[in-house]
């Protein structure tokens, strides 16, 4: 039998209270873009549920496209039939047959949020399992681990019947959380950031720092192509890349040598802030993870954040290196990342930085350089290219 619907299941979305429709508005312009390739496939919606109607387009190729969106708990290709007992077991005979081979298992699960349908939940099992026992020769209950778990859920509108649950990536639609500004690096850590911070629904744009010619075009590709692993989920995302040259090598002429990692990472944090400011964002995504490297501990973090008031947001704060590199090979970052071809971070790292810097100290060394005129000059050079999903990308004045 031919699936002729996908049935979508909101899972968080459903605890929203008077806003659920923007989220679900959200979620539909997600299950758009994940579906664009099935032209035939229309959606539908309600407060309960989303519905994809295949129109004779593969059940098995759009269902692979679902797995990625952000706001589905789970789903399943679905038969959708008449609220007649004849016709509800013909149909399920039919779709049982076509998952069906020998020796295989099976148990019926009837979910009735209609409480007026003539049958209760234990009579339908028993009903439709006598059904298929007849008429498949040699089938056997399993109830507890069944090869074939054939659901049937009757809803007030119709009854529908499927075969397989399968799980969603969860959280909430992308952009229905506002935009944040991910400070995107070439390492692990990062791009996993940005995939989590996504799953919160919240729309990402990456701000690289590059320093040419101690860093490389091969570097800035592999930012590129990180880009691209994050759009595949969005559909696109605005990359900004700072030319930072400068800014190092004053720093480097400027505080002494074991300051100037805080120092890097502090107008670091001042650059991304005018971008979020200019681009409507309302926080900035970090890949630290508490303890990692030197300036990820407290007095760092602590000694770096004074120069803005904007919410900073770490997702890995808690996790430890082997979580995030599973994340990291889940969302096929993990092999770009380990591509050896360094950032600013890497190439500039000094031989012993301080690992508790005092915020005192780092102010005072800042404090006989002005380094403003430097980052207002590097926002206004910065290059933004939107990488699109499975694209290359383009500068952002092509657009226009």
Request: glycine letters at 6%; one cysteine or more.
């Amino acid at each position: 039998m031919m699936y002729d619907r996908i049935l979508i299941r909101y899972g968080e979305i459903s605890t929203k209270g008077r806003n659920r429709n923007k989220f679900i508005e959200k979620l539909r312009k997600s299950v758009r873009k994940a579906i664009a390739d099935f032209p035939k496939a229309v959606i539908q919606s309600d407060r309960d549920r989303m519905y994809i109607l295949l129109n004779g387009e593969d059940a098995t190729e759009v269902a692979s496209k679902l797995k990625n969106v952000f706001g589905i708990q789970s789903f399943s290709p679905a038969v959708k039939v008449e609220k007649n007992i004849e016709q509800m077991k013909e149909a399920a005979l039919e779709l049982f047959t076509s998952l069906y081979s020998k020796g295989k298992t099976f148990k019926i699960s009837t979910k009735r949020s209609d409480k007026t349908f003539e049958l209760d939940t234990n009579e339908m099992n028993h009903e439709f399992g006598s059904y298929l026992l007849t008429n498949i020769p040699g089938l056997t209950v399993n109830v507890q681990n069944p090869d074939i778990n054939l659901i049937i859920e009757v809803r007030k509108d119709a009854v529908y019947l499927s075969a397989e649950t399968i799980r969603g990536a969860a959280g909430l639609p992308v952009a229905s959380s506002g935009k944040a500004m991910l400070m995107l690096s070439g390492g692990i850590d990062s791009p996993v950031a940005g995939y989590l911070s996504m799953k919160r629904g919240v729309e990402v744009e990456a701000v690289h720092f590059a320093s040419p010619p101690y860093t490389s075009e091969r570097a800035r590709q592999k930012v590129v192509d990180l880009s691209g692993k994050l759009a595949e989920i969005s559909g696109h995302i605005a990359l900004h890349i700072v030319p930072f040259t400068e800014i190092q090598q004053m720093i480097h002429k400027q505080i002494p040598a074991n300051y100037t990692m805080t120092t890097t990472r502090r107008i670091m944090l001042r650059i991304t802030d005018k971008l979020r400011e200019q681009e409507g964002g309302l926080a900035i995504i970090t890949g630290e993870s508490l303890g990692q490297v030197a300036s990820q501990t407290l007095e760092s973090m602590y000694a770096i954040n004074e120069v803005t008031t904007t919410p900073i947001l770490r997702p890995l704060i808690a996790m430890d290196k082997t979580d995030i590199m599973e994340i990291a090979a889940k969302i096929d970052t993990l092999e770009i990342s380990n591509l050896p071809y360094e950032d600013c971070c890497t190439v500039f790292v000094p031989s012993s930085p301080k690992t508790k810097p005092k915020l005192e100290k780092v102010q005072h060394f800042e404090s006989f350089f002005d380094f403003e005129p430097l980052i207002e000059k590097a926002v206004q050079e910065t290059e933004t290219i939107i990488v699109e999903s499975g694209s290359n990308p383009y500068e952002e004045e092509d657009l226009f």
